[in-house]
């Protein structure tokens, strides 16, 4: 079964960062293009961030502003985004999910996310 764990969500303060980490298995993790994809409460998913299969370039959406880094280590199968100077804006669960930007696998493979609250 493919399966995408992530973590290190939480509440953090504005200004702030935080790492979060999605760790991959069942299926071959270092041939596949790796996207975060985030859905803020009450609105639809936003592709946010993607990253090659081997990680030599890596691509954001236009709101973030330079603010997210996106990384992946081939030999965990594991992908990070690190988040900073966070706002209440960024408050969503964060999932990761196979593909790039415009070959995203189906929401429904994307696992449960991990939840960001930006709040004082």
């Known amino acids: 079964d493919v399966q995408l764990q992530a973590s290190g969500g939480g509440l953090v303060q504005p200004g702030s960062s935080i790492t979060l980490s999605c760790k991959a298995s069942g299926f071959n993790f270092v041939t596949e293009d790796m996207s975060w994809v985030r859905r803020p409460p009450g609105d639809r998913p936003r592709w946010t961030a993607g990253i090659r299969s081997d990680g030599t370039a890596s691509y954001f959406d236009d709101s973030i502003k330079a603010r997210f880094t996106i990384s992946r280590d081939n030999t965990k199968n594991t992908v990070y985004l690190t988040l900073t100077g966070l706002t209440p804006e960024d408050t969503a669960r964060y999932h990761c999910?196979?593909?790039?930007?415009?070959?995203?696998?189906?929401?429904?493979?994307w696992g449960q996310g991990t939840q960001v609250t930006v709040s004082s």
């Open positions: 999910a196979r593909g790039g930007r415009y070959n995203l696998a189906n929401p429904a493979a």
